[in-house]
């Protein structure tokens, strides 16, 4: 088990919560560390545990899980990967500006969530594939200003990490972007790396609506 992917999650409904629990705990090469039934909780085992993932709720009490994961972030504790039962909503975004590295629809199927679980932990940002392209357009609609929304920070870019940004604009996997590039996986993670450093961006997603933007 020391290679499985260590999971925390939150979710203040204890029957959803247990089957989501049971679902991550039928994958051999996930293990799941600890439950959280709202947001304050969730941040403190965060803390205790330092899981590898976070699987978020976003609607929980006492501290929801937009500002849960805004914690969870700053604080470089975990990943996470938001559970809504909406496909765009106000909490959706707020989660992805908060740092989150995608989120997924609670009527995802089981196998897709642990996949989902295991392309997060490889580093790879994710969002429900049904909403992907609607939502990047409408966060990118948005008026919020990015942490590198000036045009002027892709100047600090190489010409393949543009290459690369705009390939996670269009919210292509490392492997797409590989063959689309015709550049190794591993290559194509050091550039995704160092370009999120340069755009101080906390996730893919954020480089995938950055990119959007600015036209990339």
């Not at 429900?128 to 892709?154: H, W, Y």
């Not at 015709?182 to 999120?196: I, Q, Y």
Request: negative net charge; glycine residues 6%.
């Amino acid at each position: 088990m020391s290679s499985a992917v260590r999971v925390l999650v939150a979710e203040d409904q204890s029957a959803v919560r247990a089957g989501l629990v049971l679902i991550l705990r039928s994958a051999p090469d996930i293990e799941v560390v600890g439950e959280a039934a709202d947001g304050e909780q969730a941040v403190a085992l965060a803390r205790e545990l330092r899981p590898d993932l976070v699987l978020m709720d976003v609607q929980m009490p006492r501290l929801d899980g937009v500002s849960a994961t805004r914690q969870v972030v700053a604080e470089g504790l975990a990943d996470v990967l938001v559970l809504t039962t909406f496909d765009l909503d106000e909490y959706v975004f707020g989660a992805l500006r908060a740092g989150a590295s995608g989120f997924l629809l609670k009527n995802t199927e089981a196998k897709d969530l642990v996949e989902a679980v295991r392309t997060v932990a490889r580093g790879e940002g994710l969002i429900a594939p049904a909403v992907t392209r609607r939502l990047i357009a409408e966060f990118a609609a948005k008026p919020v200003r990015q942490p590198g929304a000036d045009p002027a920070v892709l100047d600090t870019l190489t010409r393949r990490e543009r290459e690369v940004l705009a390939c996670l604009g269009e919210g292509l996997s490392n492997a797409d972007i590989a063959t689309r590039l015709d550049m190794a996986e591993a290559t194509v993670k050091t550039h995704v790396s160092r370009l999120l450093a340069k755009l101080e961006l906390r996730s893919r997603v954020q480089a995938a609506v950055l990119a959007q933007e600015l036209g990339v």
